[in-house]
Structures are given as C-alpha cells and as structure tokens.
C-alpha cells in the first residue's frame, strides 16, 4: 500500500502553488467547508470524507476552476463527496440531495451527474484512493506491538475517533499536503498514543521502518504546534459557510476541454427553472417543470487503475 499511495496524491507541484497564490487557497477552504457540512449533515462515516478531501486536493492540482464563478466550487464539492459516498457508505442520498441546508446555488442531478464525470475522467477513475485512515489501523497497532503498549491503544473505539478527528482537522489545511497519507497516520497514531501516556517520540518512529523518520518526527511537531487550535475549535474542523436566501439561485455554464471533446457543465435548479446550455457560441434554452431524474453512476471499488 505504500508503493500504491504516490498514484494518489496531488501533482507535485501542487502545495507551491497554493502557497505562492498561484492557486486560490480560498477556492479550496470554501470547497472543504462545502464537504464537511453535508458530510456532517448525513453522518457519513471518515473514510468517505477523507476520499472526497483527496478527490478535491487532486482536480485542483490538474484543473482550474473558472475564475470568479463561485457556484463551480459548490458544484465540485458536492460532485467530491457524492462520488465517495458511492464508494463507502451503505445508505446514499441521490445527488442533489447533497446541497443541503438551503444552498445558494442549487444544481439539477444531470449537472451533478456531468461533473462527477469530469472528476473521474480528471483523476483516471482511480478512486479507491490511498489516504491517511487506509494506514490508520496498522500503524496503531504497529506502535503498540513494537513498545509493549497496552493493546487497548490499537482496538479503542475512543482512540480510533480521537485518532480520526485529528485526521480530519489536520487535512484541512495545506500544511499537510506535504506529506504522504501513511506518514500522517504514523504521525497521527503517536500523537493520539503520547495524549494517554508518555512516548519516546524517537523509539516510536524507529517502529516504522519503511518510511522517513524525519518526516514523520516533523509531522508530529506540526501536529503538536496545531494542537491548540484544535482545542480552541472544540475539534470541530468545520466553517460555517453563510446560508442564502432560499430561491435566489444563479445559472452559469462550466465547459473544459479535451482533446476530443468539449463538455457543458450546465447549473440550474432542481425545478421550475430556466436550464441554459452553451456549448462553443450555440446557446439553446428550455424550461424545466419538475425535479430531474438523477442516473447513479456504480463504481467498481477494485478499479484503480
């Protein structure tokens, strides 16, 4: 799994990017927001969060969203997080009903639809992604086995939420994005251990043999140093995102081009609206009079490649 975690990460040039501002650090903060609160608002369990926070961070390295179109970055968060519902929760809302919470701008299931496709035809449809909670477990358990830790560390439901909720607060920012996920949870899984009781931070990255120790030692300090904001949150790694009037929507159109095609991403609203598509200078106008239908789109969780 550690071989198979680079075919999962960002480009590599991504952070830079993001910190030099040639990437709008703001498109991906409203993005992450725009997934925690629906994710919050069905309980869905982490490991779907943690795969739309990758599918995220991935199209934004490979694609830019039209500037100044606010409504894209709704349209990719909730195209994010239904595409990893599918893969790991039982129990899945259709699609637009992921725009909860009266969003300001609200999408008919076709769009969604569009746009999840052009996320996995971005990442190459590989989506059983390999983030920090894939090594989560083992390296728990690694840490116990290795320094004779009481075993409970490894199987405590309370360990393994408290380990899960510094994952998720720590990925929100860009910070981490330096780091490999199996070194977050090396990292994680030591920091959640010293809060029980006293770690030898050296003798416990020496248990992790395949990966850098000073990577990982510098990861736990980052962790230890965004530990206090952590506790000011209450550990809640969510924004309120301002909530609109309901009925003030706004229409726009999303196109990207390939070397094939060119696909209209069109925005409109669940019912009685006017849809508007463009596709180069043909501009086509219908009324719709009820909610679309929308198609699920099955994903195989075995297809990586």
Known sequence: MIEREREYLPKEDYLKRLRCGELDMGIRGEAFDWIFKAHSYYSFGPLSF????????????????????????????????????????????????FQVEDPKYVFEGKTIQRMELLVLDTLNWKMNAVTPCSFLDYSLKKLCDAHNHNRYLSSSTNVMNRSMQLISYIIKGIDFLE???????????????????????????????????????????????????????????????????????????????????????????????????????NISTSTSTRSPETKRIKLDKTTTS
Request: charged residues 20%.
């Open 50 to 97: 943690c795969l739309a926070v990758n599918y995220l961070d991935r199209f934004l390295s490979s694609r830019e969203l039209p500037s100044g179109k606010a409504w894209a970055v709704q349209l990719l968060a909730v195209a994010c997080l239904s595409i990893a519902a599918k893969l790991e929760e039982t129990s899945v809302p259709q699609s637009v009903e």
């Open 179 to 281: 780091f490999k996920p199996s070194e977050i949870a090396a990292a994680v899984a030591m920091s959640v251990t010293a809060e029980i009781q006293a770690v030898d931070i050296d003798k416990a990255i020496s248990c992790f043999i395949n990966l850098d120790k000073g990577r990982i030692k510098k990861c736990v300090e980052m962790i230890k140093e965004n530990s206090e904001g952590m506790k000011r949150s209450g550990g809640n790694v969510g924004v309120p995102v301002p909530q609109s009037p309901i009925g003030v929507l706004e229409a726009g159109c999303f196109s990207y081009k390939s070397d094939e095609l060119t696909t209209p991403l069109v925005v409109g609203s669940c019912a009685n609206s006017s849809l508007i598509t463009t596709t180069n200078t």
